[in-house]
């Protein structure tokens, strides 16, 4: 019995002696293995954080009075909240050539370490699309960040005027007349044509787009494509929709806005009377630049840690209190695009067969 005693004692002894001797080889492995993916976080939110601290952002534009050099100014104000280690930002006007000369900037010269952001014209798409020597970019390659609205158009006529729908235009012997300050504005009137049947007459070369409105209510035309925002917060047309001077034909969103509810999309219009597949991709060209909005992009080459700081810090500002008032306050309607949203539209708009960039070639007058 005092045998089987001391076998046992020595028995846990050695099991004691063991367990002591690997308790802290298991203490530092489990340790080690559940904090290692903490660590890698951790490292990369503090690498993050430390980056930002003491930078400054500066944000590339080429509009130096406009819409694009109010919202970035706005954001210059806004974003450095939202972001670790919160950031100085700055903005740079770089004008020429539709914002292809700061466009280029942002692909080529910029660092892309995250402390350079670009706010480009919303259609230097077409820059690409069509071939411009001058267009040094390729907009697939940008890392897109956000914009703070959708910008659709809508097509609208004096309320006189003998055509109270898309389908009497289509049936009429006379075309409208409208008026733009140049092909660009009227892009969607000319392919109307070519889309639903529709024709037009289009009257170019007014300086500015304040003209085109006071010849339509002078007569000298009598319709004009114009962005949705500026047509519902801003006069002559608020006086306009008082005395119903006017009356909406078109609007080119994907959905109808809530402040013309009655009117038409181009896309219901295009499902109404068949429209082709290639003429389909041409609308979605020449309307790309309203869902780009007012957008902020990354130089090519962006790591994606600080793409995704960006990104989220964008999409917290669009939502800040104070940025809200602001916006209001300078009369823009804040209807964010995710830079995910961004991103595929910037894959999709240049990724056109060759018949599309000739029709829309054709539209715009580019040789």
């Not at 219901?268 to 597949?277: A, I, N, V």
């Not at 840690?305 to 500002?317: G, I, N, T």
Request: net charge positive; charged share 25%; hydrophobic share 40%.
């Amino acid at each position: 019995m005092q045998k089987s005693v001391t076998m046992k004692s020595r028995i846990v002894l050695s099991s004691a002696l063991v367990f002591a001797i690997l308790l802290p080889v298991w203490i530092v492995y489990f340790s080690l293995l559940s904090k290692a993916p903490l660590t890698i976080g951790d490292n990369a939110y503090a690498q993050t954080t430390t980056f930002y601290e003491g930078k400054t952002v500066k944000i590339v534009t080429f509009d130096s009075v406009g819409g694009y050099n109010f919202l970035a100014r706005l954001l210059a104000r806004h974003l450095p909240k939202y972001i670790p280690g919160s950031p100085n930002f700055i903005v740079q006007n770089m004008p020429g050539a539709g914002s292809v000369i700061a466009t280029n900037y942002v692909s080529h010269v910029a660092k892309p370490d995250g402390l350079t952001v670009g706010m480009p014209n919303q259609r230097v798409y077409l820059a690409q699309l069509l071939g411009n020597k001058e267009a040094n970019f390729d907009m697939r390659k940008f890392n897109w960040i956000g914009s703070p609205d959708r910008n659709p158009s809508l097509l609208y006529i004096r309320a006189d005027a003998p055509y109270k729908s898309i389908d009497e235009i289509i049936k009429a012997k006379l075309p409208p007349k409208c008026g733009s300050t140049g092909l660009e504005g009227a892009s969607v009137i000319l392919a109307l044509e070519e889309i639903l049947g529709a024709r037009f007459e289009v009257v170019l070369g007014y300086p500015e787009a304040r003209q085109v409105d006071l010849a339509v209510e002078r007569g000298e035309v009598i319709c004009r494509f114009i962005g949705i925002t500026a047509h519902f917060n801003r006069e002559p047309f608020i006086n306009w929709h008082a005395k119903g001077f006017d009356r909406h034909i078109l609007q080119s969103g994907q959905k109808r806005d809530g402040r013309a509810v009655d009117t038409p999309t181009i896309f219901e219009l295009m499902d109404r009377y068949g429209t082709r597949e290639v003429n389909r991709r041409l609308v979605q060209v020449l309307t790309a630049g309203e869902v780009f909005g007012h957008p902020m992009m990354a130089p090519p080459g962006t790591p994606p840690d600080r793409v995704k700081v960006l990104r989220e810090a964008y999409a917290k500002a669009l939502k800040d209190p104070e940025f809200l008032a602001e916006a209001q306050k300078g009369q823009w309607d804040v209807d964010p695009v995710a830079g995910e949203e961004l991103q595929e539209l910037a894959r999709q708009v240049v990724d056109q067969p060759s018949e599309v960039v000739e029709q829309t070639r054709r539209i715009l007058g580019s040789k």
